[in-house]
């Protein structure tokens, strides 16, 4: 190397401690933006995907809608009221799978250690990055500028030395931002984080840590893994390591997901066969959208109930060939329901789940972890 050639701090990440380089590029308000491209009269306007009706679920919102409090997996009621000015528009999946597969052909242009994690963000390992560009920070500014290009719609994105600080970081400057965090600087922005940023501390996780003097990585970082086990069990690992900015998962190409589900727990007991029912249309919605984007196909479909004295049951049914519509999950879903109706005791919680997933090509391959709670 000459005197006068600067070497990126990228460079060095790569080579320091056997780090890698990572990116985690998410698009925004997706489904939403793929509306308003497509729909001039959108734009600027609060625009949530979705059903509109009594039993309806918004799928994606707007960013012009998200200003309101409008959110996904929100109930589109609540939705309307906290934004009365709200564009309900149906969902349109081929639309989204299409602009997906233009994306992720950009991302294949420079690395093939690509992990999709939906329709619309993935991990990218660029430690060897096939176009030698070397700098990750550059590589993560090229793959947005040519997805603005090509889509019309933008992309933020998230750059480390870790799959768990580049998603942290892609979340940073949320729209069509972009944060960097290099070797040395990950248990430092960590510690200033509110806990509910931390990937897989859910609202009731957030406050049973608030109860115990918990609010920021900072605070988290300060106990150590006895204390974390006394209390979270299995979780306190992740969360030790998270909280000092460690993660040494790879980013992989292809993996195999068990299951892809959701469940919803209820502010109150539910027994009745009328509220049963409709709030299997909620799940319903909902789970489907996840099943959309992960473009999973299985054979099972699982219920899943919580009784309120905390005792669970579950029913399966599985058939012969892959579900690949949702009029055909949700009749399973809701023929299960009909089974187990009148119940013996009042529930806390339902889901749903698809499993005996099966390979889709350039389908994503779902995470094990991919049981979502949904409110």
Not at 20 to 48: C, T, W
Not at 176 to 184: A, K, Q, S, T
Not at 339 to 368: C, D, F, Y
Request: aromatic fraction near 6%; charged fraction near 30%.
């Amino acid at each position: 190397m000459s005197d006068g050639e600067k070497r990126t701090d990228d460079e060095e990440a790569g080579e320091a401690d056997g780090l890698r380089k990572i990116i985690h590029v998410d698009m925004d308000a997706f489904f939403a933006s793929v509306e308003q491209r497509d729909n001039p009269d959108l734009r600027g306007k609060p625009v949530a995907v979705g059903g509109s009706s009594g039993r309806g679920v918004v799928a994606a919102a707007s960013y012009e809608a998200r200003k309101f409090g409008v959110r996904s997996a929100m109930p589109s009621v609540t939705a309307k009221r906290k934004c009365p000015d709200l564009i309900f528009v149906k969902s349109r999946f081929d639309a989204y799978r299409e602009v997906s597969q233009q994306i992720r052909a950009i991302f294949r242009h420079h690395t093939d250690l690509v992990e999709p994690l939906s329709l619309d963000e993935a991990y990218l390992d660029v430690t060897e990055d096939k176009l030698g560009i070397g700098s990750a920070t550059r590589i993560a500014e090229l793959i947005r500028q040519e997805i603005r290009v090509k889509t019309r719609l933008t992309a933020s994105a998230g750059v480390s030395y870790n799959k768990f600080l580049a998603k942290i970081a892609s979340d940073q400057n949320k729209p069509d931002g972009m944060c960097v965090i290099r070797p040395g600087e990950g248990a430092e922005f960590v510690s200033t984080l509110p806990i509910r940023r931390f990937h897989g501390v859910g609202p009731k996780g957030a406050e049973k840590m608030a109860r115990l003097g918990i609010e920021t990585g900072g605070d988290l970082a300060a106990k150590d893994i006895e204390w974390l086990r006394a209390h979270f069990g299995s979780f306190a690992d992740y969360l030790y390591r998270a909280a000092r900015g460690i993660d040494l998962r790879p980013v992989r190409s292809s993996r195999t997901r068990k299951s892809v589900g959701g469940e919803r727990t209820f502010s109150r007991d539910l027994s009745s066969g009328s509220e049963l029912r409709e709030t299997m249309e909620e799940i319903i919605d909902i789970v489907w959208g996840y099943i959309e984007r992960a473009e999973a196909k299985g054979r099972t479909v699982t219920l899943k109930m919580k009784y309120n004295d905390f005792t669970i049951f579950s029913r399966a049914k599985t058939v012969d060939t892959p579900i690949t519509d949702r009029e055909t999950f949700a009749g399973i879903g809701r023929a299960l329901l009909e089974e187990v109706l009148p119940l013996p005791m009042p529930i806390r919680l339902m889901g749903l789940t698809l499993s005996k997933l099966e390979s889709n090509g350039e389908a994503e391959k779902p995470r094990p972890d991919a049981q979502l709670s949904l409110l």
